[in-house]
Nanobody
Framework: QVQLVESGGGLVQAGGSLRLSCAAS????????MGWFRQSAGKEREFVAA????????LYADSVKGRFTISRDNGLITGYLQMNSLKAEDTALYYC?????????????????WGQGTQVTVSS
């Protein structure tokens, strides 16, 4: 089992920055790919970014490319999502997820472990 806890969300003005963290406990997170997803009111959960087990491969949704950066510190088994140039449309509940055998990084069903989410609100 892997337990994930997100933190770092909050209220920020448009153009500002936030850094989300995903702290993991349980099994060795170095064996899991990590992803970030988000869900805004009335919409389905959507892919934001993902990073491979070793950290050498990353994938971003087009909507956040160039503004968000995903990273991980395997020594501390923690994942991060640095969010810059935030827009009102980035407002959502952000979830961290982990997968031991992901095939499609953008597919929610490929991730077996999820955190409870951290709220990000961007005011315009």
């Amino acid at each position: 089992q892997v337990q994930l806890v997100e933190s770092g969300g909050g209220l920020v003005q448009a153009g500002g920055s936030l850094r989300l963290s995903c702290a993991a406990s349980g099994r060795n997170l170095r064996s899991y790919a990590m992803g970030w997803f988000r869900q805004s009111a009335g919409k389905e959960r959507e892919f934001v970014a993902a990073i491979s087990k070793s950290g050498d491969m990353r994938l971003y949704a087009d909507s956040v490319k160039g503004r968000f950066t995903i990273s991980r510190d395997n020594g501390l088994i923690t994942g991060y999502l640095q969010m810059n140039s935030l827009k009102a449309e980035d407002t959502a509940l952000y979830y961290c997820a982990a997968s031991s055998a992901v095939r499609n990084w953008e597919d929610i069903s490929d991730y077996g472990y999820w955190g409870q989410g951290t709220q990000v609100t961007v005011s315009s």
